[in-house]
């Protein structure tokens, strides 16, 4: 009787059907999760339906922003379509501004296992599982006038306005521009500001502390100082405008403000260390938005919840993998993972042609003596290489600086685009400038040999 029933039951069991995801936020964490969910293998007739929304037609590579505006890299690596990059998935897109979301409960009598996501015009998705990546805001600290006088720098818009400006500003022989933050991206920026201005230009960078780039290692802040000298931008520290500007950006409330997601002081969405929303287990949340809640470790795994980290593409491209992988083990009825970050360094651009990139492999005191004496550390330093220390007795660390540093870094961008289709399209854009940055210098070269030679035969 019990053989007959199993029979009976596989016979007419409902098919299997494939789980709706919907991700919010086509960035650095929401894009990567899409395209990971689409490359694992699933129980046969289960793959899911994986839709991608996001306000904007373009992913935006915002490390590679400073290099749109100088034109050292173009639309095709930093801010390609979604339509484009998703063409060898088969992930969906829709262009759309999340209003809000309404996830069921997840316990009582009107338990669900998902819920729906409310477009601006009321278009609606269901979905089964939610990921959460909506990315955060820049602030303005409170200070007036910020946000109507002053360029941003955090979208593919803010270049494209910030390039307008720059045109408007070409009949202005000595025009001055004041950038305002001593972090990675004001020090960026200022650096690059140096290069596209004219050579009457006066740029200045304000830093509220006593040093620029607080947060990055000696080494890093010591190049940085050094190119931003010999750029001529002039380094005012000690100066806040205002109140002062923050280095956290304020996660993006678009799609909590009227959905049920546990928040902490600062608006980011609380996870546990598997980067589940608290309290909703069909719904994730990574990147700047999310939070890995105090004392929220992974149920059942006695890990605690780890400190909580920068908002940084580092973060949120690491976080994407553990999601998809935690979301494709809870679909299928696996343990999950604890989210678990490895720091991999520090690179920042410099101009145009120019990056310091700091590894974060520790240098034996030995090597480190040998690399800073006499004979080794000029011909290093020439090549782009040096050893520091942050004097706290931790291990030296490796820098790369110059035209070094600014290759490695793009190498590694290239390597971090979202698809292999994608990838290759950095590579070879990046291959051809390489090849045009080195014709060019080649044929300055011989110019300058030419030169000597005529005037040599005079
Ligand atoms: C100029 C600049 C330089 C940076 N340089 C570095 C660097 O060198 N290294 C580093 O590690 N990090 C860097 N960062 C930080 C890094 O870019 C962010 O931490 C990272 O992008 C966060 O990824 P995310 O997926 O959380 O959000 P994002 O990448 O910001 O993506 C969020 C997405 O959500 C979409 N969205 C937002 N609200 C809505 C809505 N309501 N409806 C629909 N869609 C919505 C947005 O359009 C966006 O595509 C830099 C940031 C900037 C601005």
Redesign the pocket.
């Known amino acids: 009787m019990r053989a007959a029933l199993a029979v009976f039951s596989s016979g007419n069991a409902p098919p299997l059907q494939p789980p709706r995801i919907c991700i919010?936020?086509?960035?650095?964490?929401?894009?990567?999760t899409a395209v990971k969910l689409d490359g694992l293998v699933w129980p046969e007739g289960t793959k899911p339906q994986i839709t991608l929304?996001?306000?904007?037609e373009?992913?935006?590579?915002?490390?590679?922003?400073?290099e749109l505006l100088s034109g050292a890299a173009g639309e095709e690596e930093v801010a390609p379509t979604f339509e484009k990059i998703l063409r060898p998935t088969s992930v969906s897109f829709v262009?759309?501004?999340?209003?809000s979301v309404n996830d069921g409960p997840a316990t009582g009598p009107e338990a669900s296992s998902g819920g729906s996501v409310t477009?601006?015009g009321g278009a609606l998705l269901s979905y089964d599982w939610l990921v959460l990546?909506?990315?955060?805001?820049?602030r303005d600290a409170g200070v007036p006038g910020v946000k109507e006088l002053t360029h941003g720098?955090?979208?593919y818009e803010?270049v494209l306005a910030l390039r307008g400006a720059l045109v408007a500003l070409a009949g202005n022989p000595a025009p001055r521009a004041v950038v305002v933050g001593g972090g990675?991206?004001g020090v960026?920026?200022a650096a690059v500001l140096a290069d596209v201005l004219p050579p009457g230009a006066a740029v200045s960078l304000l830093a509220s502390g006593s040093d620029i780039l607080p947060a990055a290692p000696a080494g890093q802040r010591q190049i940085a100082r050094e190119a931003l000298a010999g750029k001529g931008v002039r380094v005012v520290t000690g100066r806040g405008v205002g109140g002062g500007v923050r280095a956290h950006?304020r996660?993006?409330r678009?799609?909590s403000g009227s959905a049920p997601f546990p928040t902490d002081a600062g608006g980011a969405t609380q996870t546990d260390a598997t980067l589940r929303v608290l309290g909703h287990p069909h719904v994730f949340a990574?990147?700047?938005?999310?939070v890995c809640a105090e004392g929220a470790g992974s149920p059942g795994s006695g890990v605690s919840a780890p400190p909580r980290l920068?908002?940084?593409?580092?973060?949120?491209?690491q976080q994407?993998d553990y999601v998809a992988w935690n979301l494709w083990a809870a679909a299928t009825g696996r343990p999950l993972l604890p989210f678990a970050y490895q720091h991999l360094g520090?690179?920042?651009?410099l101009g145009s042609r120019a990056g310091a990139v700091t590894l974060p492999l520790p240098i034996p005191p030995a090597l480190a003596d040998a690399a800073r004496g006499a004979a080794l550390g000029p011909l290093l330093r020439a090549a782009g290489l040096s050893v520091h220390g942050d004097g706290s007795g931790a291990p030296d660390r490796l820098s790369l600086e110059g035209p070094l540093a600014a290759a490695v870094?793009r190498a590694a961008y290239a390597y971090r685009q979202p698809t292999p289709e994608q990838q290759a399209r950095a590579a070879a854009d990046l291959a051809k400038r390489a090849l045009g940055d080195a014709a060019g210098l080649a044929r300055s070269f011989l110019d300058q040999a030419a030169k000597g030679l005529k005037s040599g035969a005079r």
């Not at 929304?53 to 904007?56: H, K, L, Q, S, T």
């Not at 990546?133 to 820049?138: V, W």
């Not at 520090?346 to 651009?349: A, C, D, Y």
């Open positions: 919010l936020g086509g960035g650095f964490g929401g894009l990567n929304v996001d306000a904007n373009r992913f935006v590579f915002k490390p590679l922003l400073y262009r759309g501004q999340v209003e477009l601006k990546a909506l990315g955060s805001e820049p720098f955090t979208s803010d990675y991206a960026e920026l950006p996660p993006r678009g799609a990574l990147g700047d938005v999310a920068p908002a940084t593409a580092q973060v949120a491209l994407a520090e690179m920042m651009s870094r």
